[in-house]
């Protein structure tokens, strides 16, 4: 089971901070990525990290959000700085066996948390 918080409301140019603990089992092995999702449009890919720590970004993100985890605590954050009105969406986790930018190629989803960047 993967737990997304740390969605809010925030300014452009703000940063926040997302996090998603992993319980029930272990994803230290796993791919653990983000997406988002805006009303009416489909599920993207926002940037994933492998547990040997590689990742990897959407061209739209980068420079912007970093992401990482912490194996022991079975936790992935993701910190997005540089907020635009355009980064507004729900944000999901998802862990799957590779690294991937298919939302198909994840088995386990959060329920994902809602960031909102106002102009």
């Known amino acids: 089971q993967l737990q997304a918080s740390g969605g809010g409301l925030v300014q452009a140019g703000g940063s926040l901070r997302l996090s998603c603990a992993a319980s029930g089992r272990t994803f230290s092995r796993q791919a653990l990525g983000w997406f988002r999702q805006a009303p009416g449009k489909e599920r993207e890919f926002v940037a994933v990290?492998?547990?040997?720590?590689?990742?990897d970004y959407a061209d739209s993100v980068k420079g912007r959000f970093t992401i990482s985890r912490d194996n022991a605590k079975n936790t992935v954050f993701l910190q997005m700085d540089s907020l635009k009105p355009a980064d507004t969406s729900v944000y999901y986790c998802?862990?799957?066996?590779?690294?991937?930018?298919?939302?198909?190629?994840?088995?386990?989803w959060g329920q994902g948390t809602q960031v909102t960047v106002s102009s």
């Open positions: 990290i492998r547990w040997s720590g590689l990742s």
């Open positions: 998802a862990a799957g066996p590779v690294i991937s930018h298919s939302a198909g190629e994840y088995d386990d």
